[in-house]
């Protein structure tokens, strides 16, 4: 925990260099730190009036590292979030950017357990179907709202079972 602490605040950074890289000319950024932990990460990119412009990640690490993971979903939520037009190079230096590094998912037994704005929510149905959502999301003020979204992520109808998870994160912004 504390090489992710030295390295966090960094991470937006780290993030912003690897979307310009990629539009510059689809060239990988090497963000690799030896010796950094590993963690799934979530890239958010906000408009400069805070609406959202795109947010992929992952809740299994896939890159050997939080900076290289960072890089890599930095990428992925500029080109490949399927509700938005890629980010141009153009509008790049007028986004936020948050990196939601996560914490280890815990089950929980009811909407008792989860707090939207401490954890985050994993809902699944029993055919595998898996919707996240990330804490602090604005607007997002109650437990069965936040569940509510994610099971629609997923394509979970209302009312069918799902099993539940919550998750911490830690949070940098630029």
Do not use: Y
Not at 26 to 53: E, I, Y
Not at 85 to 105: D, K, N, Y
Request: overall charge negative.
């Amino acid at each position: 925990m504390a090489e992710l602490e030295r390295l966090g605040p960094t991470l937006p950074a780290i993030a912003r260099r690897a979307i310009a890289s990629w539009l510059e000319g689809g060239v990988r950024f090497a963000a690799a730190h030896p010796g950094a932990p590993s963690a799934p990460v979530f890239v958010t990119l906000r408009t400069k009036d805070g609406n959202l412009r795109g947010c992929i990640g992952s809740l299994v690490a896939i890159e050997a590292d939080v900076a290289s993971e960072t890089a890599r979903s930095a990428v992925l939520a500029a080109t490949r979030d399927p509700r938005f037009q890629p980010v141009c190079a153009e509008e790049l230096c007028g986004l936020r950017i948050e990196v939601s590094v996560l914490m280890e998912c815990e089950p929980v037994s009811s909407l008792e357990d989860l707090d939207p704005a401490r954890w985050g929510v994993v809902v699944a149905d029993h055919t595998g179907r898996r919707g996240l959502l990330l804490p602090e999301v604005p607007g997002i003020e109650s437990a069965a709202a936040q569940v509510e979204i994610a099971r629609r992520k997923a394509g979970v109808p209302e009312g069918a079972p799902v099993t539940l998870w919550r998750f911490g994160v830690v949070k940098f912004c630029d």
